[in-house]
């Protein structure tokens, strides 16, 4: 008898996970649909931005439960493009990415949290320059699912957040005749996301 109850026990926990199971939504994250952008002062006068053109990664969901979401998303450091080759060349070298080095910078939720409507704060660990730090993310979405033209179902989202380069080992500088920097600390960073639905 003791043993029946035991077995009874297993398969009650078993059903009340069930829900959670069957709600869980794995997406690939679209890289010819997701825009990695970033913005940093220039001499202190102006704002240079560029993008990481390679984008991978997944989003796992859970339609019951929001802060069961996880995020895993590599972004290839040699992507790095700010329309002027001779700059990506100095951006890539071990003056700031050392892509050779490290080639690849990654973010791993590890905690979802309310914002307001439609509106989260993702928390987690960003590697960047080989250094991994917390950061929070500044997220809107996803919006509704819709239908491609093939069948797939997508989702899109939107986030900022923004770090100190330096705290990733990022230090290289140069002073000018005027006491300014040649480039500043505080680095924007905005994402564009659109997600497609893992085929079971």
Known sequence: MKRLGLNLLTLALLFSLLPSIAFAIEWQIDPAHTNVQFSVRHMMISNVRGDFNKVSGTVTSDGQNPDAL????????????????????????????????????????????????????????????????????????????????????????????????KDFGLTWNKVLETGAVMVGDEVEITIDVEAVQKQS
């Not at 914002?115 to 960003?126: A, E, R």
């Open 70 to 165: 996880k995020i895993d998303a590599v972004i290839d450091a040699g992507s790095i493009d700010t329309r002027i080759e001779k700059r990506d060349q100095h951006l890539k070298s071990a003056d700031f990415l050392n892509v050779e080095k490290y080639p690849t910078i990654e973010f791993k939720s590890k905690k979802v949290g309310a914002n307001g409507t439609g509106k989260w704060k993702v928390t987690g660990d960003l590697t960047l320059h080989g250094v991994t730090k917390e950061v929070v993310l500044d997220v809107e979405g996803p919006t509704a699912e819709i239908k491609d033209p093939i069948g797939n179902t997508r989702v899109g989202a939107s986030a900022t957040t923004k770090i100190n380069r």
